[in-house]
């Protein structure tokens, strides 16, 4: 049986072309799979957006929350490591879907091999202005604030800030493999106080690319579902990046 990783679906995005016809894509690649995987590791920013009220849920990803449960009841052990696009997830995924949610690293031993599971925002040097925000974000006392704002502001609020950002980042180059050398360098300094770690495994960037950090060790970036629909496939100890045509 194999072991998938996948991240940065950005699901629901409203300023994506086609959001339906992308999630109808991922649940046909999930199908596909359901009968050769063992675990699927979710790497964040799996939804664009996600607020967790105590009674109530926001409206979307359907098809893609029915075939989580069908997976996860079928006996696949799914993992989802939270991002910084949907940090808000508390019971309802966990307890409804079966997913086991992870807000922060992880690390796990599969197939043999030692791996370091991150989004990839929470690692390496950022910015003071980046670091105030992810803190914010965190913070259960503002969470607590946000929770008593209507979602009719809150939810347009939030996606016009993901686009904003959005926009902001399109044709960057520069930051994106400035981003790439911080997990590189995050990477390196990691193997150097824990040597026994095989691969390092992150989203967040939006690259498909694999660097060697020593003779057994690998750091891989698993790009995105957004045009590059690219995942990492482990079978044997071994890891493949891959793309989903279909």
């Known amino acids: 049986m194999s072991v998938y990783f996948l991240s940065d679906l950005h699901l629901g995005a409203p300023y994506m072309p086609d959001s339906r016809s992308r999630e109808k894509k991922i649940v046909a690649f999930l199908d596909s799979i359901k009968d050769k995987a063992e675990t699927i590791y979710l790497l964040g920013d799996i939804l664009d957006y996600w607020y967790e009220y105590k009674y109530v849920v926001p409206r979307g990803y359907v098809r893609f929350f029915g075939k989580l449960a069908e997976l996860c009841d079928s006996g696949i052990k799914i993992v ?38 991150q989004h990839g925002d929470g690692v390496g040097k950022t910015d003071a202005s980046f670091r105030f925000i ?93 045009r590059t629909f690219s995942y990492a496939k482990m079978d044997n100890g071994e890891i493949r990046l891959e793309k989903w045509s279909n």
Request: proline residues 3%; aromatic residues 14%; charged residues 25%.
């Open 80 to 117: 989802w490591l939270i991002g910084n696009h949907d940090i808000w997830i508390y019971d309802y995924i966990p307890s409804e879907l079966g997913v086991k949610v992870i807000d922060g690293s992880l690390v796990e031993t599969i197939q043999g091999k030692k791996i370091f599971m």
């Open 134 to 226: 992810r803190g914010m974000f965190r913070n259960r006392f503002c969470q607590w604030l946000y929770s008593g704002i209507h979602p009719r502001w809150t939810v347009p609020f939030a996606y016009k800030w993901s686009s904003h950002s959005r926009k902001e980042g399109e044709g960057k180059s520069v930051p994106a493999r400035n981003l790439m050398k911080n997990l590189l360098d995050f990477a390196v300094d990691y193997h150097s106080r824990h040597t026994a770690i095989n691969y390092f495994i992150f989203g967040h960037v939006h690259i498909l690319e694999r660097e060697k950090i020593d003779t057994d060790c690998e750091m891989i970036v698993l790009g995105e579902w957004i």
